[in-house]
């Protein structure tokens, strides 16, 4: 009888437990805490976004929104080493962060690091998982750049199922385009 009250009192605290403890996790937490910041980015008010996010940054140094975020906006001001520094610290913080992969593969690529803008586009579609093609355009792009062309056209083929005009652009240009008068000769 006791086994059975004991048993029925820890499943009444496991479910209580489950109830009250916040689920969210850190990253969670900062993206709803920085919604000024990732509003300004959404409306490309970059300089604004950019300081918002240098104080975020130096108010919660632990943050890796914060440093994702100020990553993304060195990133469009063209500050490429910076941005690789603030999304190796986000990436450091908390590694589930795909847009980070995706944006350090960015700057990475602008800087002609083709094999490390490689690695981070694989990451990025590995996080990003079938849900958005620009992760497998860029792989391509510098799947391009290290002469991977089969793969490079797998993966523009993939970003076009997924609903990339810019990957459909790029499979209609050299090396991908062939020619219809290649296959005439042929009988």
């Not at 993304?72 to 590694?95: G, W």
């Not at 490689?118 to 290290?146: G, M, N, T």
């Not at 083929?157 to 090396?175: I, T, Y």
Request: hydrophobic share 40%; net charge neutral; with cysteine.
């Amino acid at each position: 009888m006791e086994v059975i009250l004991l048993g029925f009192l820890f499943v009444v605290y496991l479910v209580l437990r489950y109830y009250l403890i916040d689920h969210e996790t850190a990253s969670e937490k900062d993206i709803k805490r920085f919604q000024a910041g990732i509003q300004l980015v959404k409306n490309r008010e970059i300089e604004a976004a950019f300081d918002y996010f240098n104080e975020a940054v130096q108010k919660y140094p632990q943050s890796a929104v914060a440093y994702a975020y100020r990553g993304k906006c060195q990133l469009l001001l063209e500050n490429h080493f910076s941005a690789i520094y603030d999304l190796t610290q986000a990436v450091n913080r908390d590694n589930t962060l795909a847009d980070c992969y995706l944006d350090r593969g960015i700057a990475l690529y602008r800087v002609e690091q083709y094999t490390e803008a490689f690695r981070e586009f694989d990451k990025a579609v590995w996080h990003i998982r079938d849900e958005r093609p620009d992760a497998y355009r860029w792989r391509a792009l510098a799947r391009i750049e290290l002469r991977q062309l089969s793969q490079a056209e797998n993966d523009l083929r993939r970003a076009v199922l997924l609903g990339d005009e810019n990957a459909f652009q790029l499979l209609r240009q050299p090396p991908f385009s062939r020619p219809k008068h290649a296959n005439s000769g042929r009988n």
